[in-house]
């Protein structure tokens, strides 16, 4: 749209009864808003969160004034992140949703031997709004925990927990064992994937649950099965018997580290009285809207299978990306 048409659009918007437009414009967002030209205080009361947390002293200006008005208050607090009182927490809104989000500093975190010098070392932070951060020096147990009540967060809202932290040049472990994350929420556990480092290159790693991912008929072809000890996940998804498999994962781009080439595996354990598998599948992966598919195969042993009328061959070119097993199995 040219800026003739928005300047016109704008204009006709302004002609609507003020109650009509306090409606209108509360049903869209903050941006919406913005672009709309609203500057009233009842629109942007409506993206203002109820239960805003107190501010630490001079997070706000105090001369001059506080904000004249409610647009100029959500635009500061959605600026970047305001520090809480005692200044172990910070929190700021969402320009986009105006939902409310929190960071906690390391000093509001649970640290195991936290306190213990010949493990962790607490260091001043330059380019932080927290005054120090938590160095890991050596450790043989390593557990981090963060608490937040519910009532500080926004009602109706998709939340996600990131723990955000700088590689040591010099660093190393922490690329095995994998690391856990969880989130709980009322007494309900969440653990959907394990993290780690790449050795060589220091790279974010992840590896996704069966629970967090999508998969087709998942009710009709497929049972849960606990695992005990063999994974640091508490369960698994085991394939019975169906004509279609059809299974997806999904991760945001910005947990992964930049410029970086990353690949995709699917793990998996062959039952012993498998049959099926020794077909060629299709394997994709998009990133951005590009997407890059090759042939795959779960099962290249070209086993006779009563599913199909003789032996399936199984490109040997390297067309088709056969499994490897790994040294668990």
Known sequence: MAMEEEEA?????????????????????????????????????????RGLPRLARRE??????????????????????????????????????????????????????????????????????????????????????????????????????????????????????????????GGSITARQSMWLDRETGFKCYMLSARALQIVNLTHSWRWISLTGSSRFSEVVEFLKGYRVEVCGKIPCKMLSGNSNYAAYIVFVVAEDSCGLASVWVATVGVGGRQSTRQVCLDSSNRNDYYYEGEIEVPQDGSVILPQERADG
């Open 9 to 49: 659009a704008a204009c006709e918007i302004a002609r609507l009864p003020e109650e009509l437009l306090v409606e209108v414009l509360s049903l869209t967002g903050p941006r919406d808003a913005s672009r709309a030209a609203a500057d009233s205080d009842a629109v942007w009361s409506r993206f203002l969160p």
């Open 60 to 185: 706000l200006p105090r001369s001059p004034p506080p904000p004249p008005s409610r647009k100029a208050h959500f635009l500061r607090l959605s600026a970047g992140p305001l520090l809480l009182p005692r200044k172990l927490m910070s929190m700021w809104l969402d320009r986009e949703k105006g939902a409310k989000c929190y960071m906690l500093s390391a000093r509001a975190l649970q640290i195991s031997w936290g306190d213990s010098p010949q493990y962790w070392s607490w260091i001043p932070l330059a380019d932080s709004r927290f005054k120090e951060g938590a160095e890991l020096l050596s450790v043989f147990w390593l557990e981090i925990r963060g608490k937040l009540p519910g009532k500080k967060l926004s009602q109706n809202t998709n939340y996600a927990a990131y723990l955000v932290y700088k590689i040591a040049d010099r660093s190393y472990g922490l690329d095995f064992p994998f690391q856990e994350a969880s989130v709980s929420i």
